[in-house]
Structures are given as C-alpha cells and as structure tokens.
C-alpha cells in the first residue's frame, strides 16, 4: 500500500483526478497478456470528519490489478495505491504516478497532464530519433538520385519486359527526349502529368521523362473502371496525358500525348536541369474516400527523394539485383518498384498486365529471370507460399510485405518456406510517402508481428485524443510526422486540416498524419497495430472507404433500400 499526500486543493477535485487516471492503461506483458492492465478508482470525499458521502469507482475490466483511492479530508487530497507486484514494473509505474500527482499538485490542468514515465519519455525519443543529415545537407530531388544512377550504369539492363531488355543508355534517351516534348507541351513543376499506361517500358519511361520536367506524375491504372479513370483525370487536372487514352476520357484543357519510342530520335544530350523544390509535388496517388468519392493525395520532392535513399541505404540494392515490377499503378509500391533500382543500377523485371494476381506465373517468372527483390500483399502470400517448391525462388533475397496487417502464421510459413530470404514487414499509408516504417521477421519473434521502428527522418507518434503521448502498451492512435507526410489533399483544404494537424512535439513546426490506425508502442519501441479506428477496411492490399461502397449502393437504381450496420460494417440491401 502506497499513501501519498498531494497537498491543498479544491474541493471535489479528488472525483475529477480519478476520472482523469481513467485514461491509463497498464503494458500487458509481452506476449499479450490475458488479463488486461486495469485500475480500479475510488473517490470519497470527508467533510470535517462526518464520515463517507458517496463512492465513485471505474473499472476498465475484471482481474484489476491496481486499486486507487482518492480521500478528500478538510482541503487536502490523500491518494492510495494498492497493486500487484507481480503484475506491474513497480519502478516505471511509480515513476508514472509521481510525474501525476505532481502535476496536480502544481494545479496543471488535468487536459495537460502527461502520464509518461521518464523511462517512457525517453523510449518515445530513442524511438523517434531518426534524423539524418541527409535531409538538411543535400537535399538533393527524385531526379538527381536517380540520374546519378544512371550515369553510372549505361550498358547494364535497366528493364526487361516479356523477355526484351532496355539498357539504361537507351531507356536514358527516351526519357530524355519525351521530357523535352513535355516540357515544349507545358509540363513544369506544380503542373500534373497524367500516365495512362500498362507496366512496361513506355511506362517506366514517362514517370523518369514526368520527373525531369519537375511536373508531378499521376499513374492511372488502364485496369481501373471508365467511369473512375474520367474522375480522377478530371479531378486531378493535369496540363497533359501521356498514353493512348480515348478522347472521352481527357478532361478538358488537357493535351494528350502519345508514346512512339520507335518513332523518336535518340539523344545523347544531358538532361535539362529543372529546379523542383523539395516541397514540389512528386507524385499524385488517389485512394479511396469516405464521400464516396475517390481522393488525391500530393506527395512531394523531399517526401519520395526520403524514401528511396533510406531504402537503399537500409537495404543496399546492388546493380546486380533484379526487382520484380508487378504492383498496381494504383498502389504506391509500384513508385518504389519503379524508381528504387534506378537509382542503384539494378534491373527492373517487370510482370506482364495482370501477372501479379497469378501466383503460378510468379513463381516462374522469379525463377527464369533471377529476381532477387519483390513486394508482395500479406493476402497474396500464402497462395504465391503455395506455389513455391523446395529449391524454388533460389536467387531470391528480400521479399517486403505491406499493405495489409501481415499475421505470425503467415510470417512464419514464410520463414519456413523460404528460409535464405531476409522478410521485412512494411507500414505506410498513401498520405505518408510509401512506408513510413520497418520490421525485420523472423519465426522467433512470437505471436506479434510488429509495423517496426521509423524509417529515416520519419516520427511515429502513439497519441490519444488530447495529442498527448501515451505509455507504452496503451493503445491510441498513429500519428505520422517528418520528411514523408504528403501536402494533402488535392483541392479538399478542410478534409486536408482534418487529417493534417500541427505537430506539437516539433519545434519547427511541421505537420502530423492522422492515420486513423490503432496502435500501442512495445518495450522495444516497435509499433504494434490492433486495428482501424474507423470502418476503412482492406481488399487485397486496397484501401476501401465502406462510404464510397454506400454512395454507389445509393446511385443503383435497382437498389431501393440500404442499411449500414456500424458494427458488423456491413450493408443490407433489397434488390428490386
């Protein structure tokens, strides 16, 4: 038993001190306990010794392994701790508990109150400490990192597309000559380049052409339905369109541009120099909206040219890697699948339209052109597992997964199955350019599998709902900062406020990412994810909003009736 005398305060102050302990939650032990940490909270208020007035007492489930009581006798407050030493780390809770009291003892307001431990605090900064000097040194854009790969690798394969190869000479002079054609056409920075192309050459040459011109390149997926492809090219506003879309399709005021490499002449002038800032729009990715529309998002310079040199200098692409191209234009890895072996000299393998869904085909492409990289979705890994035979994929040597929550009976068939490749499980949101963390798998690592620890120059904050830090093993919300949050929205500045909140924790002033997701730090400082905080789900790697699933529910004439269950996110229907 504990005592400890806070010291004069109003009266009644006691009921509102044991309402605001409400929001601690114990770190369960790891592996995740069964009982979940409660604290049982008492409050009574002695009015010149007449005795009791009254109980008040919050549970947050059975099994409390900490009781608190709050006596309130002739102004003073009287706090007792009752607590199982067995069930708490008796230092860091008392460390947290003191950092509580003290607080009100100074008469701090409750809604400032931080309940961290110094030990926490400082777990929460180690953490975060992912500054490099990259970022303020040399802020060098997308376009000069990858041009300084190319210059170093001419003759080596750049792509190979269905068994033809493209060296980085000449991939280098179509890119060079379709990017002074945009350029004469308009493109320039904070202009909006649509790429409307199957994966394959042309494809990868109009996204390096796009990024020259300082413009920002916005794939949009052929897979993609008419009707979406006109909204997104219609929302996005882009000055030109490169590929063979119909003429119902370009928005108004747009030009089309078509790809005819055969038909250009080649050059062996250096590129332009183009001055795109650092803030600049990269890259334009639409995602799923709760309006029942899609979004845009705008990702910049620093944010994309972050991530591909902290992936290279994490992961070290060689110039005699091979990087399997099977992503989505829709999905964000498809940048990194895109531009990272630029940047080393490695060669791009690239499946054809549609093979990233057949695992089969793969398997066997991973094979016949010795991939030794490739992202694949956590939904996608088992049946591609499936696929693979003993002796299978032998060149193989890093296979990221993201997109989804990836599970441990996943990770470890993976493991299991491919047993000399290094697996590494990717978090990041579309509003965040392409991963904002990392986790090295392995079988070892019990019934969790973790999002990881930051990526370089990127902040990971677990926060409630006042933004303060939470303890460790608390759940609350990620919040998303550094180098790779997005600008935001494109033409939506109250979604964008919305979801993009001043940072309090940095001096500077810079930005946070709501993400939406829910999520408690570890004992390691490694991120676990429990879940959405609201009803976006996942298909495949593919953010859903269930709002846009309702709206076209609505504008379906045959559709009379619809009923959203919030619980079972689930819509009911009645077809007539």
């Known amino acids: 038993l504990l005592i400890v005398p806070v010291g004069s305060l109003e009266q009644g102050r006691g009921r509102e001190f044991a309402a605001a302990c409400a929001r601690w939650q114990r770190q369960p032990a790891e592996p995740a306990s069964a009982v979940d940490g409660t604290v049982l909270f008492g409050h009574r208020h002695s009015a010149a010794g007449s005795g009791p007035d009254g109980w008040a007492t ?16 002739k102004g003073q407050l009287e706090v007792a701790f009752e607590y199982d030493l067995r069930d708490l780390d008796e230092a860091d809770w008392l460390d947290r508990w003191r950092g509580v009291l003290s607080a009100l003892a100074a008469d701090e307001p409750l809604c400032s109150i931080s309940i961290l431990s110094s030990a926490e605090r400082e777990l929460a900064a180690q953490a975060n400490d992912t500054g490099t000097g990259y970022r303020f040194l040399d802020a060098a854009t997308p376009a000069e990192l990858i041009g300084r790969g190319i210059s170093a690798h001419g003759t080596a394969i750049a792509v190979r597309a269905e068994g033809t190869g493209l060296c980085y000479l000449e991939l280098d002079s179509r890119a060079e000559v379709l990017s002074r054609r945009l350029r004469a056409a308009g493109a320039a920075p904070e202009q909006v380049v649509a790429i409307h192309l199957d994966r394959g050459p042309d494809l990868v040459s109009a996204v390096l052409a796009t990024i020259r011109t300082g413009a920002a390149f916005f794939c949009v997926d052929p897979s993609y339905p008419a009707e979406r492809i ?26 089309r541009i078509s790809v005819l490499p055969e038909m250009d002449s080649p050059t062996t002038a250096a590129p332009m120099a183009v001055a795109a800032a650092p803030a600049g729009a990269s890259y334009i990715l639409y995602t799923s909206g709760s309006t029942g529309l899609p979004k845009g998002v705008v990702n910049t310079n620093e944010g994309l040219a972050n991530r591909l040199r902290s992936m290279q200098e994490t992961y070290t692409l060689r110039a005699d890697d091979r990087v399997l191209v099977k992503s989505p234009t829709s999905f964000d ?37 010795d991939v030794t ?17 003993p002796g299978s994929c032998p060149t193989l040597r890093y296979l990221f997964s993201g997109g989804e929550a990836l599970t441990p009976e996943l990770r470890d068939r993976a ?31 019990g019934p969790v599998v973790t999002i990881g620890t930051p990526v370089a120059n990127t902040g990971l904050r677990v926060l409630d709902s006042g933004l303060r830090e939470l303890p460790r093993g608390c759940p609350g919300e990620l919040y998303i900062a550094g180098a790779q949050v997005a600008r935001g929205y494109l033409g939506q500045p109250s979604l964008t406020a919305e979801r993009f909140v001043p940072d309090p924790f940095d001096p500077v002033g810079g930005r946070m990412y709501r993400s939406g997701d829910r999520v408690r730090r570890r004992r390691t400082g490694e991120i676990e994810y429990l879940g959405r905080a609201d009803e976006q789900v996942k298909i ?27 619980r079972l996110n689930s819509s009911h229907i009645t077809i007539s």
């Open 333 to 369: 890895v498809s940048v990194r699948e895109v531009l990272w072996p630029l940047m080393a000299g490695a060669t791009q393998v690239v499946a054809r339209p549609g093979g990233h869904q057949d695992s089969a085909y793969l398997v066997e492409l991973i094979e016949q052109e």
């Open 230 to 255: 006109r909204y997104m090219l219609a929302d996005a506003h882009p000055s030109l369109v490169i590929g063979e879309t119909t003429d119902d399709l370009v928005p108004p005021g747009a030009r």
């Open 415 to 445: 493991v299991e199955v491919l047993p000399d490749v290094e697996l590494v499980n990717l978090y990041g949101p579309t509003e965040a350019v392409i991963d904002v963390s990392a986790a090295r798998c392995l079988a070892a690592d």
């Open 373 to 389: 990289v490739m992202h694949i979705v956590p939904s996608q890994l088992g049946p591609f597992l499936d696929m693979v035979r």
């Open 540 to 566: 495949r790697g593919v953010r859903v909003e269930l709002g846009e699933v309702e709206a076209v529910l609505r504008n379906t004439p045959r559709i009379r009736e619809d009923r959203k269950s919030t």
């Open 58 to 73: 919050t549970s947050s489930g059975e099994g409390s392994a900490v009781w608190l009581t709050c006596v309130e006798d």
